[in-house]
């Protein structure tokens, strides 16, 4: 047995694998090098990690800057408890995501350790903000279609994505509002007026319940690349936020740059009262999370008791690591331009997806800064939809690596993916479209 096939023996017989039906026995690929926008097997073979390793790289594999940021840090404090005690990295890092936010002043910043937890402790403190001002409300609202993560809250409010069917009575109860989808040239203007129509109506009969509003900006993301428009998203908040209800931004995955602003709410009108970011915060190499919260709900959780002190916190809270890395992540960013980068990698897929709309087997394409989707024309549009992986696992064999959403194609390249990387990707795709 040689060394490749010991290794996926030896994962069969000790590993349960995230989102993965075991009963299938899918093939695994047995990954041994990241370099760049490649990522390599061990039998040598490369592939273009086309969705930056579930939508955390940024700024490509194995960055030097990165380790050597992480190294450092080792050496200098690895680890502290977070409660009673402070560091550099933590509040360097605090100030400068407030700084990207044009949040200074004006907002706290809650670390965690991933995209669910910030969901979490963002959910908390929108809740124990009614309790603590003595008028508790029970109810979140949230957009159909949407995902914010696997823990028991972040399932909650992503109940409508389809994937915790097992855990319904498990869940509270959520208000679901409609959302109107938007691709190119589809501006859904109609569609838009009578989704806020029915949502004003909803919150002149349900105001008093609802403790919070929480969306994924601009682009609902595990749901199926799901685009809504900024109008709908600045009319849909002043509707919460005219009535005082906390509006909460989901930035885990549109956080970094991911949809052509550094925050995808910086290309609305919108201030949200809380922001969840994680994935790509560290570049994409290390778990850490933040919840930015408003100082008006920072403020409502004061007092001189614990009582009404914010009741969450996670052993690995603002890792010093994490945060090194962030900071230089934050560095990377602006040493590499990453917007211009992801302009730049916006106009080139702008060029694809435009010759791949005719093909018969494409529908709705959609392109929002790094982002590029589309939906398979099929009849099964399911999580599970065969297509999707059909076409992802021939992609992989001409080595491009993409995980489709059920039918929904897409690609969320790292930022260092250069032009001719992103027309490898497009030529495979087409090609694996037949
Ligand atoms: C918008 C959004 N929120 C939350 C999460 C959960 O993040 P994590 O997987 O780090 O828990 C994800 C993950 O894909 C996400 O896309």
């Not at 494409?362 to 549009?381: C, K, M, Q, W, Y």
Request: proline share 4%; hydrophobic share 40%.
């Amino acid at each position: 047995m040689d060394s490749t096939e010991n290794l996926l023996t030896r994962d069969v017989s000790t590993i349960w694998h995230p989102f993965t039906q075991h009963g299938l026995g899918r093939s695994l690929l047995p990954i041994t090098e990241g370099k760049g926008t490649r990522l390599r097997d061990s039998s040598g073979r490369e592939y273009l990690d086309m969705i930056s390793s579930w939508w955390v790289n940024l700024h490509g594999h194995g960055r030097p800057e990165l380790a050597e940021a992480v190294a450092d840090q080792i050496r200098q404090l690895d680890h502290v408890q977070f409660a009673g005690a402070t560091h550099e990295p933590a509040v360097r890092l605090a100030e400068q995501l407030l700084e990207k936010a044009n949040l200074a002043g004006r907002a706290k910043v809650f670390y965690s350790d991933n995209g669910s937890t910030a969901v979490e402790a963002s959910l908390k403190i929108a809740y124990q903000h009614w309790v603590n001002k003595g008028t508790p409300r029970r109810l979140f609202a949230t957009l159909r279609g949407a995902y914010h993560g696997d823990t028991v809250g972040a399932m909650s409010v992503g109940q409508s994505s389809g994937f915790f069917d097992a855990y319904g009575s498990l869940l509270f109860e959520t208000i679901n509002l409609p959302v109107p989808l938007v691709w190119n040239g589809f501006a859904n203007e109609q569609g838009t007026n009578e989704a806020l129509l029915q949502i004003e109506s909803l919150l002149e009969k349900s105001e008093n319940l609802i403790a919070g509003l929480i969306v994924e900006p601009l682009v609902q993301g595990a749901g199926g690349m799901r685009f809504h428009s900024a109008e709908f998203l600045d009319r849909l908040c002043s509707l919460f936020q005219q009535r005082s209800i906390p509006v909460i931004f989901d930035e885990v995955m549109t956080g970094f740059g991911r949809t052509g602003s550094f925050f995808a709410f910086q290309q609305t009108s919108a201030i949200p009262d809380l922001i969840c970011l994680s994935k790509g915060i560290t570049g994409g190499i290390l778990p850490l999370a933040a919840t930015i919260a408003s100082n008006r709900l920072f403020d409502s959780f004061l007092g001189s008791d614990f009582s009404t002190a914010l009741a969450h916190g996670h052993s690995y809270t603002a890792n010093p690591v994490s945060c090194a890395a962030a900071l230089c992540s934050l560095e990377l960013h602006d040493r590499t331009n990453s917007l211009e980068q992801v302009a730049r990698i916006n106009r080139r897929m702008k060029q694809h997806l435009e010759l791949l709309a005719s093909h018969p087997k494409v529908e709705n394409p959609r392109l929002l800064g790094g982002i590029a989707a589309f939906d398979l024309v099929t009849d099964d549009s399911s999580y599970s939809a065969g297509a999707g992986r059909k076409l992802a696992a021939k992609a992989q064999e001409q080595g491009v690596l993409i995980r489709p959403l059920g039918n929904v194609i897409y690609l969320m390249p790292p930022y260092c993916t250069s032009d001719e990387e992103v027309d490898m990707a497009f030529r495979v795709i087409a090609n694996c479209l037949g």
